[in-house]
């Protein structure tokens, strides 16, 4: 009896510290994708502010955005997207687990955490598969403030107004939550 109790609780700490390498594996991947990812959109968007400004970079969000976000989920095999409590984009809607994640991360900035370093892992159970969820906060940068800031020029405005009708995602400052990239693969 009592090798049988010392095999289990050998294979409790294997299959433990299988489960912990997994997370980590899977948490360093997530990390990766989020970076390229940010990389990308970055690049296309410094593109438009110079060729045209803010007005010309809210066009760049709009149509590139997506597809950026796109590709990044077919070159990566995870479904990867941006979502924030102040949406700009309707369809960017958080579902719940998200909403929750969001949620903590305003609760953990204002107990004094710093949001370039805040994200959330877990694995949840989607349609009976379990799957690996990451979520990273995007803190409200200077050039942010352009378009999602307190003091939005007319120009902007007229465009946001054009493209976004529904548009929440205004009023923010420096250093604010944002919303966050969102990232999830099927284990």
Request: with cysteine; hydrophobic share 40%.
């Amino acid at each position: 009896m009592k090798r049988v109790v010392f095999a289990a609780a050998i294979c409790a700490i294997f299959s433990g510290n299988a489960i912990a390498d997994q997370m980590m594996d899977n948490t360093a991947e997530a990390r990766g994708i989020v970076k390229s990812f940010l990389k990308n959109l970055k690049g296309e968007l410094q593109k438009g502010m110079k060729s045209g400004g803010p007005v010309n970079a809210i066009e760049v969000c709009n149509t590139k955005a997506p597809g950026i976000a796109r590709d990044a989920s077919q070159n990566s095999g995870w479904d990867v997207a941006r979502t924030s409590l102040k949406l700009r984009n309707p369809s960017n809607k958080p579902d719940t687990w998200e909403l929750k994640a969001l949620n903590d991360f305003e609760a953990r900035k204002a107990a004094g955490e710093d949001p370039t370093k805040m994200e959330h892992t877990e694995v949840v159970e989607v349609n009976g598969q379990k799957t690996f969820r990451y979520m990273k906060a995007i803190p409200t940068g200077d050039v942010c403030l352009h378009c999602h800031g307190t003091a939005i020029k007319e120009p902007v405005v007229k465009k946001l107004d054009m493209l976004y009708p529904a548009d929440k995602a205004r009023g923010f400052n420096k250093g604010d939550l944002r919303g966050a990239f969102t990232l999830s693969k099927t284990l």
